[in-house]
């Protein structure tokens, strides 16, 4: 791998993992938008069937093992953000596969 | 802003299903030519960045919050076909993991997050990659990042007005004006975010965010 794909994966992940384990801490715990208009509007909890998937190691953005907590919010994020970085990698490589090297790719 | 599980009436979660399938299964079949070897390790971390973001909630009127939507800046970073495989990966991995939209909504969720913000940032790809993008270039993202998502939560709406999920009392104009309305605000930090980011992703990796189709772009011509 060249060294400048290298340098974007460190600071990409640095600052994913960043946002993701310390600043989520701090997000607001108030409805988004679309949760706070739907309440507005009286849509009230589901009006058809549910499809619902039992948490796997999550409970929303913590470990559904031990609740809410920074250290549970932290590597619930990480987790799910490597997770996404994992696939899209995969996915990526799937697609460039058998491709020729950019020319002039070294140039930044 | 993720449609929760049991909103959706059968026939429109399946609609929607059906029509962001096939856009994914577009932007698959044409993704080729815009991936190269520099713009996979971009893709994987924007990702991330995305999943990441999404998890920060930032307060917008009194009790009620939003996060970054995402669609519209890897819509411009990347264009719309590898914005949406972006967007649907980070999308399933709410919806199966972490219980962020319901399953049978990710047909939906992937529309109003993914389909139709990525249209709207590739609008203004061609801006942001003339030599030097001026206040022009910032003026139009800020209104299309808006646009991009009350469009999506006025989508949203409709999918749960299709779906006869909204109560007889309220009117279909009346649930738009108000979703609109909440949604602008946060619509104003998704402008002002992406456009942050894009100059930040485009002084760290030009020839990334250009992809293979940088040749093209040096002649002038934007395919």
């Not at chain 2, 003026?139 to 939560?153: D, F, K, P, Q, R």
């Amino acid at each position: 791998m060249t060294s400048y794909n290298r340098r974007t994966l460190v600071v990409g992940t640095a600052i994913a993992v960043l946002v993701a384990a310390v600043i989520s801490y701090f997000a607001s715990a108030n409805p988004d938008g679309l949760e706070k208009g739907q309440e507005e509007l009286g849509v009230s909890g589901p009006v058809h069937p549910a499809v619902e998937v039992p948490p796997v190691a999550f409970q929303e953005y913590n470990l559904k093992w031990i609740g809410e907590g920074f250290w549970s919010n932290a590597i619930a994020g990480v987790a799910g953000a490597a997770v996404v970085l994992a696939i899209l990698l995969g996915v990526g490589w799937l697609l460039a596969r058998g491709k020729a090297k950019a020319p002039g790719a070294a140039s930044t | 802003m993720h449609i929760a599980s049991g909103l959706l009436s059968p026939s429109v979660w399946a609609a929607s299903a059906a029509v962001s399938g096939a856009a994914v299964a577009v932007s698959a079949a044409v993704a080729h030519r815009y991936v190269d070897e520099r713009r996979v390790p971009l893709m994987g971390v924007m990702g991330a960045f995305i999943f990441a973001a999404q998890m920060v909630n930032f307060p917008v009127l009194p009790g009620t919050s939003g996060h970054l939507g995402g669609g519209f800046l890897l819509g411009i970073l990347l264009g719309a076909p590898l914005g949406v495989i972006v967007m649907a990966s980070v999308l399933v991995v709410q919806a199966l993991l972490f219980q962020d939209g319901g399953i049978e909504a990710l047909g939906a969720n992937i529309f109003i997050m993914g389909v139709l913000p990525c249209l709207l940032g590739a609008a203004v790809r061609g801006l942001w990659l003339r030599p030097k993008p001026g206040a022009a270039t910032y003026a139009v993202t800020l209104a299309l990042g808006i646009l991009a998502i009350v469009a999506g939560a006025t989508g949203a709406i409709l999918f749960l007005w299709l779906s006869d999920s909204l109560p007889r009392s309220v009117s279909l104009a009346q649930a738009i004006g108000l979703m609109g309305g909440i949604h602008a605000g946060i619509g104003i930090v998704e402008g002002v975010v992406s456009a942050a980011v894009v100059k930040f992703v485009l002084a760290m990796r030009r020839d990334a965010v250009l992809g293979p189709l940088a040749a093209e772009y040096a002649k002038g011509v934007t395919p």
